[in-house]
């Protein structure tokens, strides 16, 4: 009997600090509507891998969304949302670091701003 509680006890002291060990993982969609095309894509990609407990940033540059998985406990969207601001995007209801938007190539820039990208050239007729 004393061998069996102190076996429970030994299991009970290896089982409490394993599970205070899990970490909360999020996932949530931002609204990235300035993020136009491959370009933009790989700069805010390169520049959100330098943020602490983010997992996975997946931008879809069609739909005009960020999807990112994050651990909660080493940041929080609101820290992801700035990343996404200070590399010259708005990113839901934060707007773009003007400093950082100013750096960026013009057809990364809002057509309101003179930006855009060129429209694709029509295919010539062929006879």
């Known amino acids: 009997m004393i061998r069996f509680l102190l076996l429970l006890a030994c299991l009970g002291y290896l089982l409490v600090p394993a599970q205070s060990q899990i970490k909360s993982v999020q996932t949530k969609v931002i ?3 300035d993020i136009l095309c491959e370009a933009c894509k790989g700069r805010v990609e390169t520049y959100l891998k330098r943020q602490d407990g983010l997992l996975e940033a997946v931008i879809n540059f069609r739909k005009g969304e960020t999807r990112v998985k994050f651990l909660s406990d ?3 969207i609101e820290q992801i949302k700035t990343a996404i ?3 010259g995007f708005d ?3 934060v707007t773009a670091l003007p400093e950082a938007y100013q750096k960026l190539p013009r ?3 809002k057509k309101s701003d003179g930006g855009g990208h060129p429209a694709p050239k029509s295919a010539p ?3």
């Open 107 to 109: 057809t990364c820039k």
């Open 85 to 87: 601001a200070n590399c």
């Open 74 to 76: 080493r940041t929080d």
């Open 91 to 93: 990113a839901d209801d």
């Open 31 to 33: 609204q990235t509507p």
């Open 125 to 127: 007729l062929s006879n």
